[in-house]
């Protein structure tokens, strides 16, 4: 019985999703069709009929689930411990002055590398 219920609720599921994804499609086609209208009114008709369809797509199973970890992924958010404004100021200076030395280094290497093949098969400036 309860696979019953599963499958009539999955087939609900894939219908409001296609209402939803119907919804968005109508409103994107509104835009371009009426635009001789003005442009506000145009986004807050597509504002609203997206707002609609995420309504009928959280109704479903995905939807729901979709929901429950948005809101688990703000709480963890919440836990996150920031930097301050100095500390980032400071490892991002840290940052560029690794990079820096980085390709100094890899100049060097390569110009070095350069001079010596060119010594090997007596290219020009060796």
Known sequence: MSSDIKTVNAKFDAIKMVIAILVVIAAVAGFYVYEDQSTPLRVAGLLVATGIAAWVGLQTEQGRTLWNFIRDAQLEVRKVVWPTRQETRQTTLLVIG???????????????????????????GG
């Not at 060097?108 to 020009?124: F, N, T, Y």
């Open 98 to 124: 690794v990079v820096i030395l980085a390709a100094l280094i890899l100049w060097g290497l390569d110009s070095v590398l350069g001079w010596a093949i060119r010594k090997l098969i007596g290219g020009p």
